[in-house]
């Protein structure tokens, strides 16, 4: 599965992020062996844990939402943050990059599900925060992340992945202008990730369809 999947990634240019959460460190070793350097975990607890005792040039992108209290844990080696949705999360990732001496890369977590229970931020509120992202000198705006309805219905799941990227075009031509880094959709997960891939996503996030069902 893993080299379909990568060859089918690179064909629109994106990147795969390996979604590891709840597996073992075995399985992420074997997909590590065969070339893969980005994991995805969503539990701060996990993520530290593992990326203690696995190798060292691994790219962790914590993907999952992310209380303000645990980003201490994470700040020191996270490669990504992909669920950034309110300015007092990034005003303490922001603080804490300060204090370990680096830059962390996020992505604007944007709501474009129907169902209301995802987490997420409004146009106008994800807007406000990207302008509100300036000011801050240790965290790098590197795109915008978005999870579709968990519906079987292609059209909406296509018509949500087709607002992120409308959010994205917009924020790159006005407040992103002239920023290089400013370049990723993460959007895309085993259910719908040809639908994302299709819609402009850049990087994808996939578990079960490598790991196997959680
Ligand atoms: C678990 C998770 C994924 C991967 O889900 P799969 O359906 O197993 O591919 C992607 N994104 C987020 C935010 C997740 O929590």
Same mark, same amino acid.
């Given at each position: 599965m893993y080299s379909s999947l990568l060859q089918e990634t690179q064909r629109y240019n994106a990147t795969l992020v390996a979604v590891s959460k709840t597996k073992p460190n075995e399985q992420i070793l074997a997909l590590y062996e065969k070339g893969q350097r980005i994991f995805g975990e969503n539990r701060v607890q996990e993520l530290v844990e593992k990326a203690n005792v696995l190798p060292n040039d691994i790219l962790w992108h914590q993907i999952g939402h992310l209380q303000t209290n645990k980003v201490k844990y994470i700040a020191p080696f996270v490669s990504c943050i992909?669920?950034?949705? =309110?300015? #007092? /999360? /990034?005003?303490e990732i922001n603080k804490q990059a300060i204090k370990n001496n680096r830059t962390i890369d996020c992505l604007l977590q944007f709501k474009i599900a129907q169902e209301d229970s995802k987490f997420g931020l409004s146009q106008v509120d994800g807007f406000q925060l990207a302008r509100e992202a300036k000011q801050f000198s240790n965290v790098r705006i590197? *795109?915008? $992340? *978005? $999870?579709? =309805? &968990?519906?079987?219905?292609?059209?909406?799941? @296509? #018509?949500? &992945? *087709?607002?992120? @990227?409308?959010? &994205?075009?917009? /924020? #790159?031509? =006005?407040?992103f202008k002239d920023t290089p880094h400013f370049k990723d959709i993460s959007m895309g997960m085993s259910g719908d990730y040809k639908i994302a891939l299709e819609a402009g996503s850049t990087m994808v996030r996939i578990g079960s369809l490598l790991f196997g069902a959680r």
């Open positions: 992909h669920a950034v949705d =309110s300015h #007092k /999360l /990034l005003e590197c *795109g915008v $992340m *978005g $999870m579709a =309805s &968990f519906v079987d219905n292609p059209q909406q799941v @296509k #018509k949500e &992945f *087709g607002v992120l @990227k409308t959010y &994205f075009d917009q /924020l #790159k031509d =006005s407040i």
